[in-house]
C-alpha cells in the first residue's frame, strides 16, 4: 500500500505560480510512475502530466505544455508540479497518483493509488 498526500494549493491570481508537492510513504516507492490529475467541478478526472520512476522520462497534457513541469525528488519520495503562468479555467482540485507497470499512461483507472487532492483556485 501507497499513502499519498498532497500540499500546495491555494488562491492565486492569474498569472500566478504555484508548486504542489506530493509525498509518498507506505510501502516503497521504487519504481512506481507517478501522474497528477485535475478534476473542475462536474467535469471528469483529467491527465496532467506523467513522470517515470527514473524520472527519465515526463509527459505533459497539451493544454498545460509550457506552463507546467513535473519533477521528483526519490530520495524524498516526493514528486512536484510546478504549475507557471496559470489561468482560471486552471481551477480544479489537484491529485497526484502512482501507477506500476509503464510509465506513460493517461487514464485515471491504471493508476493504482491516489491522494486526496489539493484545490487549486485561480482569480480573474
Known amino acids: 500500500q501507497v499513502q499519498l498526500v498532497e500540499s500546495g494549493g491555494g488562491l492565486v491570481q492569474a498569472g500566478g505560480s504555484l508548486r504542489l508537492s506530493c509525498v509518498a510513504s507506505g510501502r516503497t516507492f521504487s519504481g512506481y510512475a507517478m501522474g497528477w490529475f485535475c478534476q473542475a467541478p462536474g467535469k471528469e478526472r483529467e491527465f496532467v502530466a506523467v513522470i517515470s520512476w527514473s524520472a527519465g522520462s515526463t509527459y505533459t497534457a497539451d493544454f498545460v505544455k509550457g506552463r507546467f513541469t513535473i519533477s521528483r525528488d526519490n530520495a524524498k519520495n516526493t514528486v512536484f508540479l510546478q504549475m507557471n503562468s496559470l489561468k482560471p479555467e486552471d481551477t480544479a482540485v489537484y491529485y497526484c497518483?502512482?501507477?506500476?507497470?509503464?510509465?506513460?499512461?493517461?487514464?485515471?483507472?491504471?493508476?493504482?493509488?491516489w491522494g486526496q487532492g489539493t484545490q487549486v483556485t485561480v482569480s480573474s
Open positions: 497518483a502512482a501507477k506500476r507497470g509503464s510509465w506513460y499512461d493517461p487514464r485515471p483507472n491504471e493508476y493504482d493509488y
